[in-house]
């Protein structure tokens, strides 16, 4: 089944290959126990260290775990397993964090026009009491919390299972993004209030069911946090 791997690369890049190939192939499925190190060095002709490595990368990563005395074992996919990755990229990346804006900006206020015209009572009761959280609030994480309830909100409120399962993997980027850029704007004056009335905005047009205000208010929310946040980091940069 595995194939000694090439020495053109790290052997334990290369272990790694070997098992997401298999993987791919479903010669490998969850749940299944991943050979010995022993028997998978022998089968790769590389050190049981550079396996122990890859296994300890892939556990990381949530594609595999571990059982004390069983052995390694395939891991369901999750969103974790992509995400985790990702989320280490946008760390302190301007570029990734104004690309991963561009992407919010784009399906946000399509997600935003749609809530407008799907919305129940429910749903705007949700997304009415986040977006006056976030003016009443003064605390950084509840801040945050409520920023990520309204958008989680406005999302439920466009009533579609397809996008829901697609945008598992922006919405948890999202969090990520929200959390970053509210910590570099919080401490504006301003700023604060600013995005307050942005989501309100949202929200307004959301309960008038105006589709095309909605999109645009989405739009001016996110791409005014996005130049917003970026100037106040690069500043930052240049002051340090």
Do not use: C, W
């Not at 998978?40 to 990563?61: D, G, K, M, P, Y």
């Not at 571990?66 to 969103?79: A, D, R, Y």
């Not at 009572?121 to 009491?129: F, M, N, S, V, Y």
Request: hydrophobic share 40%; glycine share 4%; aromatic share 6%.
């Amino acid at each position: 089944m595995f194939k000694p791997v090439e020495k053109s690369k790290r052997n334990y890049e290369l272990v790694i290959e070997q098992l997401h190939l298999l993987i791919a192939e479903e010669k490998i499925k969850p749940g299944d126990l991943i050979l010995p190190e022993r028997k998978l060095a022998e089968q790769l002709n590389v050190s049981r260290t550079s396996v122990r490595e890859a296994l300890r990368i892939l556990e990381a990563l949530d594609v595999v775990y571990v059982k004390p005395g069983e052995g390694t074992f395939l891991k369901k996919p999750s969103m974790n397993g992509i995400i985790a990755p990702l989320l280490m990229f946008l760390q302190e990346d301007t570029d990734s964090h104004s690309n991963l804006f561009e992407t919010r900006t784009l399906l946000e206020s399509g997600i935003a026009r749609l809530a407008a015209l799907r919305r129940t009572e429910e749903d705007l009761k949700a997304i009415g009491t986040y977006a006056y959280e976030i003016k009443e609030t003064s605390d950084l994480e509840k801040v945050i919390q409520a920023d990520i309830h309204f958008h989680e909100s406005v999302l439920k409120a466009a009533k579609n299972p397809t996008l829901n399962s697609f945008i598992t993997i922006v919405q948890e980027l999202m969090k990520h993004g929200i959390r970053k850029t509210r910590s570099i704007l919080f401490t504006e004056d301003g700023e604060n209030e600013i995005s307050a009335n942005y989501h309100i905005k949202i929200f307004h047009a959301i309960r008038d069911q105006d589709p095309d205000a909605a999109y645009h208010a989405m739009y001016e929310h996110l791409e005014y946090t996005a130049n917003k946040s970026i100037a106040i980091q690069n500043q930052q940069k240049n002051l340090s």
